[in-house]
């Protein structure tokens, strides 16, 4: 006999012995273990193989039990054997079957464990066969229902929905190809009969196969992870919503970003209601029927949207405060308090689809704490937002009207404050009258934000009206303005820093334009801020060729002037780099940009507020990296007839031929009102330029919202006004001129100074 086609057969001598104890049959392994040839052994009493010979009736009469053995080179062998009788015809006969005793013993451990694994019921143990079907199993392989009571036999698609059991078998197939153990990836399980969404499993396989023989099958162990993985995505779900939630200071903006994360993450659609107060900055709180407003900030996933964003509806507080598990119109639905502080500032609604898989006890809990975070994020906005509101009221309190309507232009601006974390910024526009009708127009940039920022900017404003109201040219209002700005930032070094200990800005960008409307005239200057654009009325789009100089604070550096002629309806647009990337991007690619704003918005046909409302519409509102400021200006000219000039000999005998000339303007204009004190305005200015200005003196009639009188001379005396005594027969020349005007002043020119004088038309 052959029994070498198995390890434990093949390792179990076996021999047939008579009635008389004598050896008639010996198999190969029997020859093998004891390295005896049958024909050696064969025919000998049983008793001479053993190391004692006197043993071998007691043990063939106790069926089983240990021995000794001599092998063929004498040397003992333990074995552990058994005696078992033959009933068959002829004398009687036995068969003793015989193995090491180190064998038998592990042997009996091995049947032991696998007794014992196939009763546990933790893990799910199961023998297929090379094909794959089920041999064996413990009772707990799949313990719940749509799993058939009796498994042996059948495969996995005979009880797995099909796409579940294909997936297993192709691991198990995998192992049973290749060898290479499986060790524990996870597969959705699913029976067919299984209404709801089946158990996760970790699976660990391996092959069974004989030493040179081909694979018996595969056993398998699987192991329920259904909670561990949720509990795992439940972790990742949470880690990942308190870190959505905090990267945002705006209300919109968190819940966005949180209904983000909860779909598809926990659930098929998400809704995000907060309090309207939440939006203001405020706290909310119920009305006097214990109602709460909210309004639909986000939403996200299927079926989500029926409610448009923006929509108000109102709860009653007590309510909107409790978790809880529900249904609406058929789908699992969870509601969770947005609560912080012990404050409600509003819900999360999280659907599943119709017919899903309800929500459980452990996703409301995940839903409470990812709620409880998110309030967190959304109270800490709501405060931003407060903060916030206040700072941009304390800017634009700083900022000049947002249009204006002069002489020589019409302006529109937009502001629009950076909601980044450092708080608005220091951006500043103004619109300035000048002199003979003139306007300044003034865009800047402090660097940095927050409230040292914007009280740097509201100085540097202050400074540009003062330094323009003395008519100053570009380049030398910059250089003032320059050094007031290094002054400042010695200041503040000396101090220790700025505002609420915010580092103090760095310095600053400035563009200053003087617009002349009688001679079309725009001079400007720049400290380091990107060139204006200028749109001809007939939509052709450029910049102004200005050399920038240097930001304000670094000293030391000319300023250059530009100048452009602007026909009447041009637009002249100033802004800050905010419009044009927000020193983050490529200005060029920024300006050419903006230069296709500019063409679509089609500024020189439309309103200017119209027009400056489209071209920063598609900036995003709760996400500037940098404030952003647009003032466009439609230029005017004055109509040649609303002005008039004359060259007056520096002699005493023009006084009366200048004025008699302004009175004949001053009719054809129909200002005959303001004959007389023009009379006496053009007298005292001319008399006092021809005794003191030393050259040719020159006389303008302007008139705009305004009657303008201009009086130059070569002198770059300034004059001053002086309060005379009752004796001096002189110096009440200018005190006269104030009281008859309603505003005066001086200006230097290329050719000297001129002194002007302004009064109201009547009925103007």
């Known amino acids: 006999m052959d029994n070498n086609h198995h390890p434990f057969i093949g390792a179990m001598a076996a021999a047939v012995v008579d009635a008389e104890g004598v050896v008639v049959g010996w198999t190969r392994a029997a020859e093998d273990l004891l390295g005896r040839p049958a024909d050696e052994v064969c025919g000998s009493p049983m008793s001479r193989l053993l190391a004692e010979p006197e043993l071998w009736d007691a043990l063939a009469a106790g069926r089983a039990g240990s021995a000794v053995l001599l092998d063929g080179r004498g040397e003992a062998t333990d074995l552990a054997f058994r005696v078992l009788p033959l009933v068959a015809d002829g004398p009687p006969r036995y068969l003793v079957i015989g193995a090491p005793a180190a064998t038998v013993a592990r042997w009996r451990e091995e049947h032991a464990f696998t007794r014992e694994l196939f009763l546990q019921d933790r893990v799910g143990l199961a023998v297929f066969d090379a094909e794959l079907r089920l041999i064996r199993t413990n009772t707990h392989l799949l313990p719940y229902s749509g799993v058939p009571t009796d498994l042996k036999g059948r495969r996995l698609a005979d009880f797995l929905r099909a796409e579940d059991a294909e997936n297993i078998e192709g691991l198990l197939r995998d192992v049973l190809d290749s060898g290479r153990p499986l060790v524990l990836p996870e597969a959705q399980v699913r029976t067919v009969l299984d209404p709801q969404g089946g158990r996760l499993m970790g699976i660990s396989a391996f ?46 903006g968190t819940c966005v970003d949180l209904a983000a994360v909860l779909v598809p993450g926990l659930c098929e659609a998400a809704v995000i209601e907060v309090a309207e107060a939440v939006f203001q900055g405020d706290e909310p709180t119920p009305d006097h029927a214990g109602m709460l407003t909210l309004r639909r900030a986000a939403e996200a996933g299927e079926g989500a949207g029926q409610v448009p964003i923006g929509t108000a509806v109102a709860v009653e507080a007590a309510g909107s405060s409790v978790p809880a598990l529900s249904e609406s119109a058929g789908r ?4 969770a308090p947005l609560r912080a502080r012990g404050i ?44 916030h509101r206040a700072a941009v009221s304390l800017q634009r309190s700083l900022l000049p009207p947002a249009a204006s309507d002069t002489p020589a ?36 940039d402090v660097v940095g934000h927050g409230l040292q920022a914007s009280a740097t900017m509201g100085r540097l404003r202050t400074a540009v009206r003062t330094l323009a109201d003395l008519d100053l040219g570009p380049d030398e209002l910059l250089v003032h303005l320059d050094d007031l700005v290094s002054q400042l930032a010695v200041e503040a070094d000396d101090q220790g820093g700025g505002v609420r200990g915010e580092p103090a800005p760095s310095g600053a960008t400035c563009l200053y334009a003087v617009y002349d409307p009688v001679s079309g005239r725009c001079v400007m200057a720049s400290a380091g801020h990107p060139p204006p654009a200028v749109v001809g009325p007939d939509g052709a789009i450029s910049y102004v060729e200005v050399s920038p100089g240097p930001p304000l604070g670094v000293g030391g550096f000319p300023f250059e002037v530009a100048e452009v002629e ?20 490529d200005l060029d690619e920024g300006m050419t940009e903006l230069r296709g704003r500019l063409a679509r918005a089609a500024v020189t046909t439309r309103p200017l507020a119209e027009a400056g409302k489209e071209i920063t519409e598609s900036l995003p509102a709760h996400r500037l990296p940098d404030d952003v400021t ?135």
């Open 566 to 585: 602007l026909a009447a309806g041009s637009v002249l647009v100033l802004y800050t780099d905010g419009l044009i990337g927000g020193g983050e991007g």
């Open 630 to 764: 647009l003032l466009l200006a439609r230029t005017r000219l004055l109509p040649t007839g609303d002005t008039a000039a004359w060259d007056v000999d520096p002699e005493p005998a023009s006084v009366s031929r200048v004025r008699d000339a302004v009175t004949a303007q001053l009719e054809r204009w129909g200002l005959e009102d303001l004959a007389f004190t023009t009379e006496l305005v053009v007298s005292e200015l001319v008399t006092n330029a021809i005794r003191y200005g030393g050259g040719a003196v020159g006389v303008r009639l302007i008139r705009a919202q305004r009657l303008i009188c201009e009086v130059s001379d070569p002198s770059s005396t300034q004059p001053r006004m002086r309060r005379a005594r009752l004796t001096d027969e002189g110096g009440r020349g200018l005190y006269l001129v104030a009281q008859l005007t309603s505003r005066w002043g001086s200006r230097y020119t290329d050719r000297g100074k001129a002194i002007w004088t302004e009064q109201e038309i009547p009925g103007g």
């Open 409 to 444: 232009a019409v302006t529109a601006s937009v502001y629009l404050p950076t909601n980044t974390d450092g708080g608005v910024g220091g951006d500043w526009f103004d619109v300035i009258p000048l002199s003979s009708a003139r306007i300044a127009l003034v865009v800047g």
């Open 332 to 335: 699992p639905l969870m509601i």
């Open 207 to 252: 092959r069974l196969q004989a030493d040179g023989e081909e694979p018996l099958g595969v056993t398998a162990l699987f192991t329920d992870t259904t909670e561990l993985g949720r509990s795992r995505r439940r972790l990742e779900l949470l880690h990942r919503a308190t870190a959505a939630v905090g990267g945002s200071l705006s209300v919109n």
């Open 344 to 387: 409600v500032l509003g819900r999360i609604c999280a659907y599943r689809e119709v017919g899903g898989e309800r929500f459980e006890s452990p996703d409301l809990e995940l839903l409470q704490e990812i709620g409880s975070r998110a309030a967190l994020a959304l109270d800490n906005a709501r405060r931003y937002a407060r903060e």
